[in-house]
């Protein structure tokens, strides 16, 4: 999974190699940086003329728990990587700094930490199945949204909006997995719940 690691020469952390120029932060400070996106609109104020914004999880196959995020311009954001070797099996959600954005802890009952946003909630709760198995619901900054299949794809809907379309959207292609996000959804701070949910959702794992 390391080797041909893209982060390698930005200096990124490397858990493979003890001597990498940056060490790991286990600390989950809340991550407030400037949008490199602009101003985007507010969730109930959409701008048609901002198309989304696309990002891609590669390689997908055979495992997407183990990959790297890119953003629209190529470069890689995040190192997702599940780490087997300690007692709990974890997944690490890690920026190139070695700060962690995300992790999952893969016990009897899942759970996810999201910095700045959820600490060890049930994944079966986050992303609580509706009564008809359909969609499944995600609350974030104690806001609804809904993951709905639909064709080829998972669309993302926030719940009680004016907003009709999705504002969000999960596909697979050969090798890799593309997360589209509308502006309302990145004004509405939902890129790191995507993220979390877009590896959650095409993982395999959840009941």
């Not at 196959?61 to 183990?66: S, V």
Request: glycine share 6%.
């Amino acid at each position: 999974m390391h080797t041909n690691n893209p982060f390698a020469q930005g200096g990124w952390y490397n858990p493979e190699n003890p001597n990498s120029i940056n060490t790991p932060s286990w600390s989950t400070p809340p991550i407030r940086q400037p949008s490199v996106f602009g101003a985007l609109p507010s969730l109930d104020a959409p701008s048609p003329e901002l198309g989304p914004v696309t990002f891609r999880l590669a390689p997908a196959y055979p495992d997407i728990l183990n990959c790297f995020l890119f953003t629209p311009r190529g470069v890689p954001y995040l190192e997702i990587v599940t780490d087997h070797r300690s007692a709990r099996v974890c997944t690490y959600f890690r920026k190139g700094d070695g700060t962690l954005l995300a992790f999952i802890e893969w016990e009897q009952q899942a759970t996810v930490t999201i910095s700045g946003i959820i600490s060890k909630e049930p994944v079966n709760q986050w992303l609580a199945h509706s009564p008809d198995k359909m969609r499944r619901m995600m609350f974030v900054k104690n806001r609804p949204f809904t993951w709905v299949e639909q064709a080829n794809q998972i669309s993302l809907f926030a719940v009680g909006s004016v907003i009709q379309h999705p504002i969000g959207t999960i596909s697979r292609r050969t090798n890799y997995v593309i997360l589209e996000l509308t502006s309302e959804a990145m004004q509405a701070g939902l890129l790191e719940s995507s993220i979390v949910a877009t590896v959650l959702l095409q993982s395999g794992r959840l009941g």
